[in-house]
């Protein structure tokens, strides 16, 4: 969670609704308290902020980031091999051109 000046992801967490959740968070992760800090993440927010879930689910927040205007995107895809993750980003990839042509249609 960064420092306790300067932590962009807390800043960010903060103007979004989670003011109080992550100040909390980054108060016991910075005491090295990690499993209560961790503890303290609602799951809406995990949702919200990463492309995870059922291939709708990533396609829902695939749909809100571009109605939100984001271009690019930074991801890190899970899993234990190469070929795991090559496997789901390829997935990523196919539901960003699905949600493009949706868009392209209308």
Same mark, same amino acid.
């Given at each position: %969670?960064?420092? /306790?000046? !300067?932590? #962009?992801?807390?800043? *960010?967490?903060? /103007? $979004?609704?989670?003011?109080?959740?992550?100040?909390? *968070?980054?108060?016991?992760? &910075?005491?090295?308290?990690?499993?209560?800090? =961790?503890?303290?993440?609602?799951?809406? #927010?995990?949702?919200?902020?990463?492309?995870?879930? $059922?291939?709708? %689910?990533?396609?829902?927040?695939?749909?809100? !980031?571009? /109605?939100?205007?984001? +271009? $690019?995107?930074?991801?890190?895809?899970?899993?234990? +091999?190469? !070929?795991? /993750?090559? $496997?789901? &980003?390829?997935?990523? =990839?196919? &539901?960003?051109?699905?949600?493009?042509?949706? +868009?392209?249609?209308?």
């Amino acid at each position: %969670m960064g420092s /306790r000046q !300067h932590n #962009l992801y807390n800043e *960010v967490y903060q /103007r $979004t609704g989670y003011a109080e959740m992550a100040l909390q *968070v980054q108060d016991l992760w &910075l005491k090295r308290q990690r499993e209560a800090a =961790i503890a303290l993440i609602p799951d809406d #927010l995990v949702l919200k902020t990463n492309l995870i879930g $059922t291939k709708e %689910m990533v396609r829902e927040r695939l749909r809100a !980031h571009q /109605r939100a205007g984001v +271009t $690019t995107l930074r991801v890190a895809p899970d899993g234990q +091999t190469l !070929h795991k /993750r090559l $496997t789901i &980003l390829a997935q990523l =990839i196919d &539901l960003v051109n699905e949600v493009n042509a949706e +868009t392209n249609e209308g």
